[in-house]
């Protein structure tokens, strides 16, 4: 494994694409930092915590990238038929794969938090938000950034075209924000809603409330609270605006995915006929 480890990191930080990933991510970061320090300077109320955790999105998207371009070229370039071929366990392959590309996501983020903290830190000052907010976001973040890789690894470790993998994965992160962003939408309907009407004058005047029909609850409320902590895309939601409820079942299922994942992806691909 550790043989794997090295290898593999070594070409991640000679990969361009790599490179080019931790560039994006540390202007983006300073491009936050410095919208953060104008906002300020023009005498809006701006807390430090405002855009940090928009890693989250980021990190998922880098992550899909790295994770589908790294493993499809292993494929494509016959570097795992070699592995094995050379006496390297599937499972551990598997494994290093998996760890290489949640670290390469870690190192994205981190190459955005640094100037944005550095930013923010000497020119909007400390964040009013209690530092075990902060520090319970930062750790789930982690735990999902972790459950993505789990999800990537398993899509790439298990096609074996590059182009194909790398069209899954950014599908599947996709589709996972598009999906959290639409329960968290039904999640947050309000249980009345009021309309809008021109009265006898001619004015616009506001109608009585009614009972909203989306409005979810009982049993219904409780399965898309599910929905919004099972998904990946959907826990990075609760962490960008930090509003996480349940932050030990966001926890627990963020750790499920990278558990289930990680065994079913490493099962199927120890089975794998490698042509």
């Not at 990933?21 to 906002?39: L, P, R």
């Not at 009265?199 to 005047?205: L, S, W």
């Amino acid at each position: 494994m550790s043989r794997l480890l090295s290898a593999g990191f070594t070409r991640l930080f000679k990969n361009r694409l790599f490179q080019a990933s931790i560039v994006i991510m540390f202007a983006i970061g300073c491009f936050a930092g410095y919208t953060k320090w104008s906002d300020f300077n023009s005498g809006f109320m701006v807390d430090l915590s405002d855009a940090l955790f928009t890693y989250c999105v980021f990190g998922g998207c880098v992550t899909a990238v790295l994770s589908s371009m790294f493993s499809g070229t292993e494929y494509s370039d016959g570097t795992i038929r070699n592995k094995i071929i050379a006496g390297c366990n599937r499972i551990g392959i598997y494994l290093s794969n998996l760890i290489i590309n949640f670290v390469s996501g870690m190192i994205a983020v981190v190459a955005f938090v640094v100037p944005y903290l550095a930013i923010c830190l000497l020119t909007v000052g400390k964040s009013s938000v209690p530092i075990k907010v902060l520090i319970i976001s930062a750790l789930l973040s982690i735990l999902s950034l972790a459950a993505f890789s789990a999800i990537y690894n398993a899509a790439t470790m298990l096609i074996a075209k590059k182009a194909a993998a790398a069209v899954v994965c950014l599908l599947l992160f996709a589709g996972m924000y598009i999906f959290g962003m639409t329960t968290y939408a039904k999640i947050e309907e309000p249980e009345f809603v009021s309309g809008y009407e021109f009265n006898a004058e001619g004015d616009i005047v506001e109608t009585e409330p009614v009972p909203n029909p989306d409005y979810l609850t009982g049993a219904k409320l409780e399965a898309y609270k599910w929905l919004m902590d099972i998904n990946p895309g959907s826990q990075a939601i609760q962490i960008l605006s930090m509003e996480i409820a349940r932050p030990v079942r966001l926890a627990c299922c963020a750790g499920g995915l990278v558990v289930i994942f990680t065994l079913a992806g490493a099962v199927i691909f120890n089975k794998k006929d490698l042509k």
